[in-house]
């Protein structure tokens, strides 16, 4: 008889895959062919394809920079493994950052680095990016307010983004300013989680608000020296992946008069508020949805919108699905690093 975690897990997955077939099998094909959409896709010239490639590169290599600045000592290989490895894993299995902020703490203590210096970045990393993704609606509408276009639902996409910001720069900035305030929720959390364990029949854990003090402590030196650094990283990941899909929709023959830069970056961010939602593993099936229904809604040619949103997508799950299952294969043959804090 199967438990109730794993018929949770068995729904959860059937959900899953629901979701993921109603949009590629009766959804997508609605709005234009697979047919005719591989047919645009054929006509790419090699010169767009090799600009592809390249935005591809760049936009991998860029996923180690931010791990690089929160986590000193993390050279770069490593951290593209990890990066590659966490965020396979977070597309693959149902749960969003979540999974991929476990996946990656754990490689990192594997490789010999603290605990506390682990949590930091992970931490860190993880506020920076959902930062950066609710910021960007509210970029889009005023880029989209500048060229004098409209922006419809998007506005409340970016209300809401506005107002989680406030709410998350308003807690963090409460949070630094306030070691008092760091005390009393490291109090409460390790209450929870006593109560937590107890129903699960754990030991209740050894760490408290003090905990939390010396975290708060170790963040501030850190946000002191390498704030800029941490943001300017996180934003050439984040706009590399927008530079593919802006070259995905130039290279089959969508111009800016259909769909000005303006209106593919308001569609992208739209993208990356969905990917940021744990519906489907990666976002797969929702995110090509959201994509292809904003793309069209801004003027672009069916065919040719489903082919670029395939092409994007293609090359922003493909290489690092491939990279991050053989980091997964290997990570455990990777020596630790030569100096790794244990602190």
Do not use: C
């Amino acid at each position: 008889m199967l438990t109730r975690t794993t018929r949770r897990r068995v729904i959860a997955g059937a959900a899953t895959g629901a979701v993921v077939i109603a949009a590629f099998v009766f959804v997508i094909p609605r709005i234009a062919s697979y047919g005719s959409a591989w047919m645009v896709i054929k006509q790419l010239t090699w010169p767009w394809i090799a600009a592809l490639g390249v935005a591809t590169v760049i936009n991998v290599a860029t996923f180690a920079l931010p791990w690089m600045v929160a986590l000193p000592g993390l050279g770069f290989l490593k951290a593209l493994a990890m990066t590659q490895a966490s965020t396979a894993f977070s597309s693959l299995v149902p749960g969003g950052a979540p999974v991929g902020m476990a996946a990656s703490f754990g490689i990192l203590r594997s490789w010999g680095f603290g605990a506390k210096r682990v949590a930091l970045a992970v931490t860190l990393t993880g506020v920076w990016n959902q930062i950066s993704v609710f910021v960007f609606p509210i970029i889009a509408v005023g880029l989209l307010a500048a060229e004098g276009a409209g922006f419809g639902s998007l506005a409340l996409l970016a209300f809401i983004g506005f107002a989680l910001f406030i709410v998350i720069a308003g807690g963090i900035a409460a949070f630094l300013a306030r070691p008092r305030l760091a005390f009393r929720v490291g109090e409460l959390a390790s209450l929870g989680a006593a109560r937590l364990g107890r129903l699960r029949g754990k030991q209740p854990p050894t760490w408290g608000g003090d905990a939390l003090v010396s975290f708060r402590s170790e963040t501030l030196v850190l946000l002191r020296r390498r704030w800029f650094a941490l943001t300017a990283s996180t934003l050439a990941n984040q706009l590399t992946g927008y530079l593919m899909l802006e070259l995905s929709l130039r290279a089959v023959g969508i111009s800016r008069s259909e769909i000005s830069v303006a209106e593919s970056f308001a569609a992208w961010s739209v993208g990356r508020l969905l990917v940021s939602l744990p519906l489907t593993p990666g976002g797969v099936g929702v995110v090509e949805v959201g994509l292809v229904g904003a793309l069209i809604g801004f003027g672009g040619t069916s065919a040719d919108v489903v082919a670029a949103v395939l092409a994007y997508r293609a090359l922003s799950l493909v290489p690092t699905l491939l990279l991050g299952l053989l980091a997964s294969a290997t990570w455990r043959l990777r020596t630790p690093s030569a100096n790794p804090s244990h602190s």
